[in-house]
C-alpha cells in the first residue's frame, strides 16, 4: 500500500531562521562605526549629572578630545566591537524568529502593527541578557577621564576585576533598567512599521525606504526610551562600593530629587543626533542582508 508523503511541517527551520543573525551581525558592526563617537559623549553627560564637569555635548566633544585626544571618543569601543555585532545578531534574529511565530509558520504571512510591536518587546528582552555585559564593560571604560578615575587598563582588566569582586553578577550591573531600557524596542519596531506603511504609501524609493523608516523610527524610540537609558548607563557606571543606586527604584528617585525631569534628558541632543544615521544605517544594512540572504538560499 502506497503511503502518502508527509506535509513538510510549518515550523521548518528555513532561510528566514537564521539569515537574521548573520543580517545583525553586519547590522552591529555597522553601528559601532557610525554612532560610538556619539556614543561615549551621551555616555559622558548622563552620568556626570548635573554638576558634572561639562556643560553640554560640545563642552563635552570639545574637552574629550583637547584633554584626551580624538581616540578618546572611542574609549569602550572593544566590547561593542565584538558585542554590537553578537547584541544585533541576536536582537535582529530572535526579531526575526518571534515574527515569524506570530505568523504561525507561514512566512507569507502579513503582520499588523502591534505584533510588530511585540515582536520588538519579545526581541528586547532576549538581547537584553548578551547586551547587559556589553554595555556595563563600555560604559564603565568611557567615564575614565584621566589618570584618577582610571580604573582598569582595558576590557579584559574590567571584566577580571568586576567578576572577582561581584562574580558573574558583576557583569550584569544596572540589568534591571538594561530590561526597562530594550523594552521599548516595541516602540522602534512598531514605529518602523507605521514609518515604513507611510512612506511607501507616498511612492518612496525601496532602495532608501529602509534608511529613512529606521531613522525615523530611531528618533521615535530614543524620544520615549531615554529616560530609561540615563538610569541603565547611571546603574552600570556607579561605584561598586558602597552602591550609589542599589535598585532601579532608589535611581529614579534619586535622580528625580537631585536633578528633576531635566536629569532623565540629559545627553539626549547626541543621541538624538546620532539616532538618524547610525540607526538608519544600521537597519539599512539588516534590511539590505536580508534580502540578499533569502535570495541567496532560494
Known amino acids: 500500500?502506497?503511503?502518502?508523503?508527509?506535509?513538510?511541517?510549518?515550523?521548518?527551520?528555513?532561510?528566514?531562521?537564521?539569515?537574521?543573525?548573520?543580517?545583525?551581525?553586519?547590522?552591529?558592526?555597522?553601528?559601532?562605526?557610525?554612532?560610538?563617537?556619539?556614543?561615549?559623549?551621551?555616555?559622558?553627560?548622563?552620568?556626570?549629572?548635573?554638576?558634572?564637569?561639562?556643560?553640554g555635548p560640545i563642552d563635552c566633544l570639545r574637552a574629550t578630545i583637547r584633554k584626551e585626544g580624538f581616540r578618546a571618543l572611542y574609549k569602550g569601543a572593544t566590547p561593542p566591537l565584538f558585542g554590537w555585532a553578537l547584541m544585533d545578531s541576536v536582537q535582529m534574529g530572535s526579531l526575526n524568529n518571534f515574527r515569524y511565530f506570530l505568523k504561525d509558520g507561514d512566512p507569507n504571512a502579513p503582520l499588523t502593527i502591534i505584533q510588530h510591536a511585540i515582536a520588538g518587546l519579545?526581541?528586547?528582552?532576549?538581547?537584553?541578557?548578551?547586551?547587559?555585559?556589553?554595555?556595563?564593560?563600555?560604559?564603565?571604560?568611557?567615564?575614565?577621564?584621566?589618570a584618577t578615575t582610571k580604573l582598569y587598563s582595558g576590557p579584559v582588566d574590567c571584566a577580571r576585576q568586576l567578576v572577582k569582586k561581584n562574580g558573574i553578577p558583576g557583569l550584569y550591573l544596572g540589568?534591571?533598567?538594561?530590561?526597562?531600557?530594550?523594552?521599548?524596542?516595541?516602540?522602534l519596531w512598531g514605529s518602523y512599521e507605521v514609518y515604513r506603511q507611510a512612506f511607501t504609501k507616498w511612492g518612496m524609493s525601496e532602495s532608501i525606504?529602509?534608511?529613512?523608516?529606521?531613522?525615523?523610527?530611531?528618533?521615535?524610540?530614543?524620544?520615549?526610551?531615554?529616560?530609561?537609558?540615563?538610569?541603565?548607563?547611571?546603574?552600570?557606571?556607579?561605584?561598586?562600593?558602597?552602591?550609589?543606586?542599589?535598585?532601579?527604584?532608589?535611581?529614579i528617585t534619586q535622580t528625580w530629587k537631585t536633578e528633576g525631569l531635566k536629569g532623565f534628558y540629559r545627553g539626549f541632543t547626541p543621541c538624538f543626533l546620532r539616532s538618524f544615521p547610525t540607526n538608519g544605517a544600521a537597519i539599512f544594512v539588516y534590511e539590505t542582508c536580508m534580502k540578499f540572504g533569502k535570495e541567496t538560499m532560494k
Open 1 to 55: 500500500m502506497l503511503q502518502k508523503e508527509p506535509k513538510p511541517s510549518q515550523w521548518a527551520i528555513g532561510p528566514d531562521n537564521y539569515v537574521g543573525f548573520v543580517a545583525g551581525l553586519a547590522s552591529g558592526a555597522t553601528k559601532l562605526l557610525v554612532g560610538h563617537p556619539f556614543d561615549t559623549v551621551k555616555v559622558r553627560l548622563q552620568t556626570e549629572g548635573s554638576s558634572g564637569r561639562f556643560k
Open 122 to 146: 519579545g526581541a528586547g528582552i532576549t538581547v537584553s541578557f548578551v547586551a547587559c555585559p556589553v554595555e556595563v564593560l563600555k560604559g564603565r571604560l568611557q567615564v575614565q577621564y584621566d
Open 175 to 187: 540589568l534591571s533598567a538594561c530590561l526597562l531600557f530594550r523594552s521599548f524596542f516595541w516602540c
Open 209 to 251: 525606504l529602509p534608511f529613512m523608516a529606521g531613522g525615523c523610527a530611531a528618533n521615535t524610540f530614543w524620544t520615549i526610551a531615554f529616560p530609561a537609558d540615563v538610569l541603565k548607563q547611571k546603574m552600570m557606571t556607579q561605584p561598586l562600593e558602597p552602591k550609589r543606586y542599589p535598585t532601579l527604584r532608589s535611581c
